[in-house]
């Protein structure tokens, strides 16, 4: 084995094939033809004179050498990477940089228009992409690069994976003017007892939903009185104005629509705190660009 022999792009396809476990996909995220990619592991099978991959109902899985190598030489992969851009200035005003956000549905609706706003002010070249992770891929999606950082209700506990607290925020319960509860003998806090008149619509994204929401409802022993669950927030403006149900949601979508909307709105009595977060992984931590970004997140949410 002389490594001088070793093309170094084929280690990207080990590494990327690792991570997708399939080589088309692996292909796919490095602009390779299935045939070039094929023709890749093939040539990386002759060179560790080792299958790397076998066949499984779930997909490829590793071989023991094969996960020896993977971690090792993606880790090396994103240093050089890293090295490299830190190298060259950033120019936001120039840049032409294509940045691959992780935001949820909800984060979408409320941060996406204003971070959209500033970058066709402070760079007006760049594009935006708000890319689907599961809650569950997101620190793998991190590391492989598929996404530049993310903003949700998500947690560091990966290694390698960084933090920042933007705010913290909690559920509020919205209706419409004329819909149940009536403001009359009410104070802003709506109580369990009151809770237990009402029926409710709660959102359960598939790829992002935490479950507090149910949590707290079977907590009070009311989750039989939710009986609409949209996977999207863009149906609660008209679900509110439309019935006569309490439409729970975070309090900064709250104050939004009711601040556009005849809509009237509550604290909930023990609703639970949650913190939303913007994580991003350590090998960008000296990144210029990625620097610039983050910062640009922080400036226009970060509420702490």
């Excluded at 909800?106 to 760079?123: H, N, T």
């Excluded at 560091?156 to 009359?184: C, D, N, V, W």
Aim: hydrophobic letters at 45%; a positive charge; glycine letters at 4%.
């Amino acid at each position: 084995m002389n490594f001088r022999q070793l093309d170094l792009n084929l280690l990207r396809v080990l590494v990327a094939i690792h991570r997708t476990r399939s080589v088309t996909e692996a292909g796919k995220s490095l602009a390779l033809s299935q045939p070039a990619a094929s023709n890749a592991l093939a040539r990386l099978r002759d060179f560790f004179g080792d299958e790397l991959f076998v066949r499984s109902p779930v997909g490829l899985q590793p071989t023991r050498l094969c996960e020896q190598l993977a971690p090792a030489i993606q880790a090396q992969l994103l240093a050089m990477e890293s090295l490299v851009q830190n190298h060259q200035p950033f120019d936001a005003l120039s840049s032409q940089r294509h940045w691959r956000l992780s935001l949820s549905d909800l984060g979408e609706i409320l941060f996406f228009p204003r971070l959209a706003a500033a970058l066709r002010s402070e760079s007006p070249h760049a594009r935006l992409s708000n890319v689907s992770v599961d809650a569950s891929q997101v620190a793998t999606a991190l590391e492989a690069r598929d996404i530049d950082l993310a903003v949700g209700i998500l947690k560091s506990q990966h290694r390698g994976i960084r933090s920042q607290l933007l705010f913290r925020e909690r559920y509020m319960a919205i209706s419409s003017k004329g819909g149940p509860p009536t403001r009359r003998g009410l104070s802003k806090t709506l109580s369990h007892a009151q809770l237990a008149q009402a029926r409710f619509v709660v959102v359960a994204p598939t790829a992002t939903f935490h479950g507090s929401v149910e949590k707290m409802l079977t907590g009070m022993k009311l989750q039989d009185r939710i009986l609409i669950r949209p996977r999207h927030f863009g149906s609660i403006a008209e679900l509110a104005q439309n019935t006569d149900l309490l439409c729970i949601v975070p309090e900064m979508y709250a104050r939004d629509l009711c601040q556009r909307l005849q809509l009237q709105m509550w604290a909930i009595e023990d609703a639970p705190v949650y913190e939303v977060n913007m994580v991003w992984h350590s090998s960008t931590d000296q990144d210029a660009d990625q620097q610039w970004m983050r910062s640009a997140i922080k400036r226009l949410f970060a509420r702490v």
